[in-house]
């Protein structure tokens, strides 16, 4: 009975073993994606936040127009396994922030991981009660949204057509610093630059 109960306990052992071989690939190949995920994670995550700062337009170097001021609200927060971001620009008149002139925009945007990509995140589908998922339709009006992780700089871009069929490719490069952001914003149109912006945002508590 003791040398029976010592083969079956060798037996389980060896089959343990060689399960163990068999899954350890599979094992290690899942810690991988795990630990890349939380990585991936965390430098999301660094941006997550609100941010308020400044931001003026770049004037051509043969312009002498005046930088236009505007004041900027970000937050940016977790949306699913992506972002949503959401900022407000108060457009200052003649510098001044209390004006019967200045106006307020607020823009909010929500993107999810691109399938297959790393640090590619897609603009999260418009869900209509009627007919479901709609995605955006770039010839019909719609403007087109993707963004892009590269380390500390999270860029968002925006493609549209006017109705004349140009395209116009807005870029907004928001930078991690000790601060909080560095912003960047440039519109081509066909092309050609027509508008830069610049400024920082500092992060706050909510």
Known sequence: M?????????????????????LAPVLLIALAISGGARASDS????????????????????????????????VIEPY????????????RVDGK???PGVRRRTTVQT?????GATGIYRQAA???????????????????????????TLSVYSLGLDDRGRYQLQTYHRRLTSLGLDLEFTRLRDGVVDLRIAGEA???RD
């Open 2 to 22: 003791a040398t029976s109960r010592t083969r079956r306990t060798g037996d389980a052992a060896r089959c343990g073993r060689a399960a163990l071989g068999v």
């Open 126 to 152: 418009e869900i209509d009660m009627f007919r479901g998922r709609r995605d955006p339709d770039l010839l019909a009006g719609d403007t087109v949204r993707w963004a892009r992780l590269d380390g500390r």
């Open 80 to 91: 699913k396994t992506g972002f949503r971001i959401t900022w407000i620009t108060v457009f």
């Open 43 to 74: 430098v999301l995550g660094a941006f997550h936040g609100t941010f308020v700062g400044t931001a003026a337009t770049v004037p051509a170097t043969d312009s002498a127009a005046k930088p236009r001021l505007r004041d900027i609200d970000i």
């Open 97 to 99: 922030r209390v004006d």
């Open 202 to 204: 500092a992060r706050v």
């Open 111 to 115: 993107f999810l991981p691109q399938d």
